[in-house]
């Protein structure tokens, strides 16, 4: 069974830093791009940020966290990383990990896979 593992949600201050990451398997990883996403109360999930898969040379960032947030992944350890610097009160959602195959090759016959969720508060 695939799963995607997300930890290092919390309340943090505005202007505070915290760091997301995400683990799973090794073929997803290799295979799938990966992505973060979040919704906060009363809003449509939205796409943060993503990185391709393979090498993962590709990132793709929502406008709204540019210079702010960074994605990136760590191939020994199959797991992605979602560094959130500078952040604000509107940051404030639940964040899910995303891993999405847009290629022919898929795992289980599902072309995505997510995260259960980890809370991110931005509050003084």
């Known amino acids: 069974q695939v799963q995607l593992v997300e930890s290092g949600g919390g309340l943090v201050q505005p202007g505070g830093s915290l760091r997301l990451s995400c683990a799973t398997s090794?073929?997803?990883?290799?295979?799938?791009?990966m992505g973060w996403y979040r919704q906060a109360p009363g809003k449509q999930r939205e796409l943060v940020a993503s990185?391709?898969?393979?090498?993962?040379?590709?990132?793709n960032y929502q406008s709204s966290v540019k210079g702010r947030f960074t994605i990136s992944r760590d191939n020994a350890k199959n797991t992605v990383y979602l560094q959130m610097n500078s952040l604000k009160p509107e940051d404030t959602a639940v964040y899910y990990c995303?891993?999405?195959?847009?290629?022919?090759?898929?795992?289980?016959?599902?072309?995505?896979?997510w995260g259960q969720g980890t809370q991110v508060t931005v509050s003084s």
């Open positions: 090794r073929i997803i990883f290799s295979i799938y791009d």
């Open positions: 995303n891993a999405h195959s847009s290629g022919a090759v898929v795992v289980n016959g599902l072309r995505d896979y």
């Open positions: 990185i391709s898969g393979g090498t993962g040379g590709n990132t």
